[in-house]
């Protein structure tokens, strides 16, 4: 047994996420009512669930710092969520904030998410050199994990297969020091 | 007329405020439903009735940083607030954090704002040099203004009487620039 | 003789000042070719003057990031030049953007200048509450120094009597070292 | 069409570049009037012209922050440039500030640039794990992207074709918002 | 009986300094085994005796960032400090570089403590505006709390009982949350 | 001859390495004078000496950030040392404080160290995704080289080969300036 898998013999076997969507267009839709579809958010959630664990919550909101704020600290406040998920905003528009917004209220960022993120995403023909322009990152808040991913569908769905759900049972752990 | 007087003129007649008290010790009494006496709180919306202003919101929480991000980006997050004024936490005891955490969520600190207190506050010969003991400090996110004061009702009049209340009108009006 | 009147000794007897006036409404005029009155760049340069130094150059620029750092740039390249004094975009309105513009290119900011300032602008009963409305600093870049006050001509000549003009000979002799 | 395929139909089909090559010792021969070899600094014009972009403008200077400051501010301050490519100075020598003097003026850090820089750096087999030694990155300011590459031809070259072309015609249209 | 007296109360009746003089001069004499005159460190030490508190330590280091570093880790590392006040270094000469060193390694700056001394300072009638040019600060690091005093004999005296002496022992109690 | 080989050809030929193993649970064992297997401090310093380098020192401390301090500043102020190798603390428990503590201490961090590591350790496929928790990191501190590896002996001997004993020679080269 190595020591990655003796650590993976303490991840707790339940872990419950809080999904985030942040997207001005999807976001306008709903306030008027009109059929959303959320590709990159019910990723998110296919992949929670198909690995075993919960989804138990779910948000969609604008681009806008304060909505942003607001929609993380109600998920930060809730005692029933150990890891929060965002979709949207990471990149380089003039209206992306998730990450300028969140990342100064991490206690301590994960700073090598997003490098090794970028790496993964290079190695994907489709993606290459675009993989530079995603600020995608992490952090520990308290005792709860978040991860700001962006908001394409193959970048969220890369991001849960190949880094997030392979660690963050071993990742709670070790943030929890229990 | 001098410029001072000049700018007052382009001053909001009416503004509106949100108070919040940061307290571990008044909130575990609340929680438990006893009696809770809140001075500083109450010195700050009197001040800001006397003064002509209006109070549209107030809550009370602990010295939490997940509770204080929550309620700031909720009176944030409400269209009704010009200014949100706070109390508690901004001094060095282990359990401080309010201004750790609304510091970083600032687009723009005041920054002179917490000097200019403690000189004033040095000047009262009941507190000389406790003044330096005080972290206390401003800033404009978005196009409203926040106040993080002490926890002492006398340190609350201070501010409101001395550096707040005659500065307030003129500030909203630079702040969202017409 | 006092220490401080020894430090005065080594002081050099010539100091050459670059004045920058930060003005949009200024700088429209001028590119209409209108009269333009400025008159704290004219208060700073008067006391320059008076106290026997040298005014070596004099720009007018708009409340812009890029046309700031280009003056700051250039008048720092010309080495004729001591010390840099600006006027104009140290507050709150949406468009001052000196300080955070040239704070950042500081070598090393003179961190109490600001607070000396902001405590002897309230000891004007004119100004009172109003000083802390000014993020009015300096700071050193390479061997001169830089001064960025704030636009009213009281606030220059303030600055300039009681702060600037009696300490800027001994601090070129700290900054340069010899 | 992918989303990326389709991101790039919005790309500007003009894009105009300005060169700055940051070289003390070509800096001191050009200052004598000796013959310079600017190896690095043509690639850069090459790649730009071979992809069928402009170079509209270039300057050499030394390693020294204020020359830089003021290059990069006259390149910024200038309405007919989009890109501005440096070489030189991204290294750990004693002497390299580039990177450390124009990060500060960013307005947004492309912070994932450095990182896959460097990855592609290192699968090049005669770089590998110097590829750590350089600080390489890129930023916006304004409307405007920078890139500060090393001062290696072969750096350079990679940079440009591998990273920068692919993506700045879409880059920019995000930047500029339109 | 006021809130401050009230406080006051539980302070801790024995308070342990240890000492350190940051002066090059003198340390070049030290390791020539030349007579010292150390005023400011004797200033603060009688300071401290002549308040019934113990000094515990002292020791005497040149201008050099190591040097600084050593010294107060050794002291940190001590468990028999309490305060650990320094006197040099704090100016705006080249060779100055306590604050620059120390700040960094506070876990919390106590950020008032620089402008109320620069305030009280220039009310000196033979400091007045040489007051800013001091960055005299203070901070906490696990426990204990620093001060970092300026050079000068007269400067200490000032600091130790206007503002150092009368707070030290209820800022330990706060800091240490017991 | 490339310029990397060029380049290596001004190499120190002799490097003087300083050993540190932060680790709270082998320091309680030493403490308790129990035998201690530090596997991973073995492992760097075999590979300093079988390099042809040499080790001339070593210690023993626990994740304590005052500890970690005093044991880098004893070996800063070390004559006799270029360059210093630590392993443990770089990860995201709660008692991880290695970077934390070190990184604020560093002149200039090489900012590239950390993402090439990472990319080198997902490389491996026992680690994977397990190497973005990582944040193992570099830095300049006067003349000296500071390395901050994992506590894990395979991280240890990866960094080791791959990236620090290929490239120390030049690295010490270029911050030397000479
Ligand atoms: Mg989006
Ligand atoms: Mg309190
Ligand atoms: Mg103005
Ligand atoms: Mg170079």
Known sequence: MTAHEKHKEHAPKEVRFYVITISTSRYEKFIKRETIVDESGDAIKESIISEGYKVVGYTLIPDNKIKILRAFSEALDNPDVDVIISTGGTGYST??????????????????????????????PKVRSASY???????????????LLPGSPDAVKLAMKE??????GHLLYLVRGK
């Not at 600020?135 to 709860?144: E, M, P, V």
């Not at 880094?163 to 963050?168: Q, R």
Request: aromatic content about 10%.
């Open 133 to 147: 322009l995603s600020k995608s990152t992490a952090g520990i808040i308290g005792d709860k994990v978040v991860f």
């Open 95 to 124: 209206t992306d904030v998730t990450v300028e917004t969140i990342r100064k209220i991490f206690d301590r960022e994960i700073e090598g998410y997003g490098d090794v993120f970028r790496m993964v995403s290079y190695n994907d």
């Open 163 to 168: 880094l997030i759900l392979p660690e963050i």
